[in-house]
């Protein structure tokens, strides 16, 4: 199983409600068309999450949100790719944004908290207030599990497996459980080019940036 990650900056302060809209209510549905796209789901940094990330690159400063499909081998990419083409062509495609981290990373492991009693294969499709994503070195995703407030995590590696991403699925109150998360990253005392957590997206729920647009 392949995750395929976008790291994405909207590039228009103005532009959330109209990147969140296309989205979620055109973009990320369409791929369910798709045989072999098994999950798809994109989170948050609202301002909260960014001033509780611990480590951030300047490659991942600017963004805003994060989204993640799990697709089930590589023969799912050339259609993946192929259904992003022809709805641009079709003028589906949302122009004010910039992926800074994106493309296929294999599924290394996967892990559950003993307490959720779902197994570790289907912790993604789980219900969760938000996830702590944590991008560049190799973490104990074991022991990432084991703290307070986290159901489960996956991990995944680029092609060379010079990097990780690490996606816990926190069930717990996302804030108070970054704050230890946090903590937990920074004893790992690894550089890291994101630690830190992003919000679930409910719908029509956009309202994140709105006071950080200019009047």
């Known amino acids: 199983m392949l995750g395929f990650f976008s790291f994405t900056e909207v590039t228009d302060p103005a532009g959330h409600?109209?990147?969140?809209?296309?989205?979620?209510?055109?973009?990320l549905p369409e791929q369910f068309s798709l045989d072999g796209v098994?999950?798809?789901?994109?989170?948050?940094?609202?301002?909260?999450?960014?001033?509780d990330r611990v480590a951030v690159s300047p490659l991942l400063s600017?963004?805003?949100?994060?989204?993640?499909y799990l697709l089930q081998d590589v023969d799912v990419l050339?259609?993946?790719?192929?259904?992003?083409?022809?709805?641009?062509?079709?003028?589906?495609?949302?122009?004010a944004r910039a992926s800074h981290l994106s493309g296929p990373f294999s599924l290394t492991g996967r892990w559950v908290a003993p307490r959720v009693g779902v197994s570790a294969d289907v912790v993604p499709f789980r219900p969760a207030n938000g996830v702590y994503v944590v991008v560049g070195p190799e973490v104990d995703a074991?022991?990432?599990?084991?703290?307070?407030?986290?159901?489960?995590?996956?991990?995944?590696?680029?092609?060379?497996?010079?990097?990780?991403?690490?996606?816990?699925?926190?069930?717990g109150d996302l804030p108070a459980?970054?704050?230890?998360?946090?903590?937990?990253?920074?004893?790992?005392?690894?550089?890291m080019e994101w630690a830190g957590p992003l919000e679930r997206?409910?719908?029509?729920?956009?309202?994140?940036?709105?006071?950080?647009t200019p009047q």
């Not at 409600?17 to 055109?26: G, K, S």
């Not at 600017?62 to 993640?68: A, E, Q, S």
């Not at 997206?201 to 950080?212: E, Q």
């Open 62 to 68: 600017p963004c805003h949100y994060m989204t993640l």
């Open 38 to 51: 098994r999950f798809g789901q994109r989170w948050v940094c609202t301002p909260r999450c960014r001033s």
């Open 177 to 191: 459980v970054a704050a230890g998360l946090g903590q937990w990253c920074l004893r790992e005392g690894r550089a």
């Open 17 to 27: 409600h109209a990147y969140n809209e296309w989205h979620q209510l055109d973009h």
């Open 201 to 212: 997206i409910d719908a029509y729920s956009w309202g994140w940036f709105d006071r950080l």
């Open 78 to 95: 050339p259609r993946f790719f192929g259904l992003a083409a022809r709805l641009r062509e079709a003028g589906r495609f949302f122009a």
């Open 142 to 171: 074991a022991d990432l599990t084991a703290q307070a407030g986290v159901a489960g995590a996956w991990a995944f590696a680029d092609e060379e497996g010079a990097r990780r991403i690490t996606v816990a699925f926190v069930d």
